[in-house]
């Protein structure tokens, strides 16, 4: 999943940048408000964290912008306007949630998730085709070439994941965290023991093959690269 900083503060962004990296997100960093409207405005993100105090174009207006220009994007405030006033104030702007610095980065990463496991409108298709594999994502459905494939919940929420953020390279944590809603034990294989079963069911019997594995980072899904 890929995030958006905006946050002119430089010990404070780079912080966020390295931990939501570790943590499995890609994450662009805008270190003043006219490149983060510029970036909001101009490229897809699954969620945008937000300061308000910004050189040259205020968060206020960021969102406003983004609103006005009917973009869902979850957006999450940080900053250090610790008001009841500023805090109405972000809502009533269409913010979905607000944070206070100073912050524990475990609260911004538990806030981050739910934004993100709530979805955007935009990223809610009904239905998903690549090359013969079809998913019906209101009848929990999955077909490759016609034929229906059998699949748990958690098998379907998997491929759904996957499926959601086709080309996207997902970590182990962070289908951890969206399947599962834990957190990712190294010391454990479950997630590659999903993929398995996953791959066993949906690929190992059709071309082409779709679910990839990217060494030392985790799983996607896409048409295979040409050689």
């Known amino acids: 999943m890929k995030l958006l900083v905006v946050e002119d503060e430089t010990k404070i962004a780079d912080y966020l940048r390295q931990g939501l990296t570790e943590e499995g997100f890609a994450v662009d960093l805008a270190r003043n408000g006219l490149d983060g409207h510029h970036l909001a405005m101009t490229a897809p993100y699954d969620l945008i964290i937000l300061d308000v105090m910004l050189p040259d174009v205020d968060g206020w207006r960021i969102l406003q912008s983004l609103r006005d220009a009917g973009k869902n994007v979850p957006v999450l ?100 965290s969206q399947v599962w809603d834990i957190n990712f034990d190294s010391d454990t294989n479950v997630i590659d023991v999903a993929i398995r079963r996953l791959r066993a069911k949906m690929d190992d019997d059709f071309e082409p093959k779709l679910i990839h594995t990217v060494r030392g980072m985790g799983y996607r899904l896409d048409l295979p690269d040409e050689d």
């Open 77 to 176: 405030f940080l900053t250090a306007r610790d008001s009841v006033a500023d805090r109405v104030k972000g809502l009533e702007l269409g913010a979905d949630d607000y944070l206070v610095k100073p912050f524990a980065f475990s609260e911004l990463l538990a806030r981050v998730r739910t934004q993100l496991r709530r979805g955007s409108p935009a990223i809610n298709a009904d239905r998903f085709q690549i090359a013969n594999l079809e998913l019906d994502y209101l009848c929990r459905r999955a077909t490759r070439s016609g034929q229906r494939i059998n699949l748990t919940a958690k098998e379907f929420a998997l491929l759904e994941l996957l499926a959601r953020h086709q080309g996207e390279v997902l970590s182990r944590a962070l289908i951890a």
